[in-house]
């Protein structure tokens, strides 16, 4: 154990203190870059998987190690190169950092690998342990690779916006780890369509390094960002990767009999009652509804939900979540039928409308 200037213990880093067996048996699938479709990230030189896996509370979190790491080579196996963390996921925060770092460091190739990470909700004590300011971004960032025992991430967010810090301030630090090396690409998280507007200005007045892509709530029953950002990203020419594309579940056949299993996400987040507030007689009506169309395209209603994120254009990736391998595997087969005819989306329109 060490101590930070914080006078915090830190866990250690090393693969033995996660509890994850060392090695793995055979190669990777020599055809993962076959199975899979890369998109770039606006004009950017960056590419990635039409799907990406996060680690959010899952890994590290309400699953284990030995998940985590069967989740990461599965993914990595049908061609997911790119893993999506932030400083507080995991229980406790840093936790899913910790986990999956010790997996990537020994199991995984690093150069074909996207490493995000982001920085900007509480994680210490005190004015300089939460939201955009300087210190708090360098720091976090700093924090954030030393758990994951990288040098440097592909992509660093700011996590979510902050009012009360100068834009220039929060992306004059992304550009300060820029120049430093520990990350190649910027992005901002949960900023709506003006604030990035205004931030792209920003970091061009400046001479910042771009904001190469945004990542926002995005799934059919919640649409808000095409009104509201897609304008923008693409007049900015930045990618859009959409995390939360199932609903957080929702859009999954599990809820569709009305039933909250007990191990599902919605009952381990949310809890029974507020799983129950979310999933109204209304929204059950629409999912069937829903469900009903995806059966028809061959579907599960998942992968037409992930196929319906990915129609358009300005959504570079979407980013998936997964607490078995077997979810990733499903999620992947969206990818066989990406198309939709127009009365498939008219139909989607009229149950879910923007």
């Known amino acids: ?9 830190q866990p250690d880093f090393t693969l033995e ?9 055979g190669a990777f699938a020599p055809d993962r870059y076959d199975r899979m479709p890369y998109r770039r990230s606006g004009r ?20 284990g190690p030995e998940v985590a790491r069967a989740c990461l080579l599965r993914a990595f196996d049908l061609g997911i190169t790119h893993f999506d963390f932030a400083n507080n996921y995991g229980t406790p925060p840093g936790q ?4 999956c770092g010790a997996i990537i460091r020994r199991e995984l190739p690093r150069d074909e690998l996207i490493i995000s990470s982001k ?20 720091a976090s960032c700093d924090q954030s690779l030393k758990r994951m025992g990288l040098d440097y991430f592909d992509l660093f967010y700011l996590h979510r916006p902050d009012p009360e810090t100068p834009l220039e301030e929060s992306l004059g630090a992304l550009d300060l780890l820029a120049r430093q090396g520990k990350v190649l690409y910027a992005g901002v998280s949960n900023f709506p369509g003006a604030l990035f507007a205004d931030a792209v200005r920003t970091a061009e007045r400046h001479g910042f390094a771009p904001l190469t892509i945004h990542q926002p709530s995005y799934s059919l029953i919640n649409r808000r960002i095409e009104g509201d950002l897609l304008p ?74 992930l196929a319906w994120t990915l129609r358009l254009p300005a959504v570079t990736s979407a980013l998936i979540g997964a607490s078995r391998v077997e979810q990733i595997e499903e999620n992947v087969r969206a ?3 990406p198309d939709f005819s127009a009365e498939e989306l008219a139909e989607i329109d009229a149950l879910a409308p923007a």
């Not at 203190?17 to 048996?25: D, F, H, M, N, Y």
């Not at 900007?120 to 210190?135: A, C, E, I, Q, V």
Request: charged share 20%; no cysteine.
């Open 1 to 9: 154990m060490t101590t930070t200037d914080h006078d915090q213990p």
């Open 17 to 25: 203190a996660t509890g994850i067996a060392a090695g793995r048996e």
């Open 44 to 63: 950017s030189g960056l590419l990635l998987p039409a799907l990406a896996l996060g680690g959010w509370q899952t890994f590290g979190g309400y699953r």
């Open 96 to 99: 899913s950092e910790i986990v």
């Open 119 to 138: 920085a900007g909700y509480g994680m210490w004590p005190g004015p300089y342990g939460d939201r955009l300011g300087k210190k708090y971004i360098v």
């Open 232 to 305: 923008h990203t693409e007049r900015a020419g930045a990618g859009v990767i959409a995390f939360a594309p199932l609903a957080n579940g929702l859009l999954t056949d599990k809820y569709l009999g009305g039933d909250i299993p007990p191990d599902s996400r919605a009952a381990l987040a949310w809890g029974e009652e507020g799983a129950r507030r979310r999933l109204t007689p209304e929204r059950l009506q629409t999912l069937r509804r829903l469900n009903e169309i995806a059966g028809r395209r061959g579907q599960s209603l998942a992968q037409m939900a």
């Open 335 to 337: 990818l066989e039928n």
